[in-house]
């Protein structure tokens, strides 16, 4: 049963920092280039940042490149999604989203709010 389940999102201040978590399983992680999106209700759902299966290369939106940066463990079946100098416009549901199998996680939730 694949599962891809985020965590460590929540509540932060404006300035703040979180660093969200991709736990994969069922399926071959480090065989995957993985993403982060996000989604605002109302909106698409945004690409965020996407690093290849070997870690070897990571692209990255422009409204978050230099504040964000995405890395992963492959012996932990892990992605992550570590966020600096949050703002309002960060708000959202954070998704991280495999590409061969084409996987979505549940979400996890980020407040940027004072």
């Known amino acids: 049963q694949v599962q891809l389940v985020e965590s460590g999102g929540g509540l932060v201040q404006p300035g703040g920092s979180l660093k969200l978590s991709c736990t994969a399983s069922?399926?071959?992680?480090?065989?995957?280039?993985m993403s982060w999106y996000r989604q605002v209700p109302g909106k698409e759902r945004e690409l965020v940042a996407t690093?290849?299966?070997?870690?070897?290369?990571?692209s990255y939106a422009d409204s978050v490149k230099g504040r964000f940066t995405i890395s992963r463990d492959n012996a932990k079946n892990t992605v992550y999604l570590q966020m600096h100098s949050l703002n309002s416009d960060d708000t959202a549901v954070y998704y991280c989203?495999?590409?061969?199998?084409?996987?979505w996680g549940q979400g996890t939730q980020v407040t940027v709010s004072s």
């Open positions: 069922g399926f071959t992680f480090s065989s995957n280039a």
């Open positions: 989203y495999a590409w061969t199998g084409a996987y």
């Open positions: 690093i290849f299966s070997d870690g070897s290369y990571t």
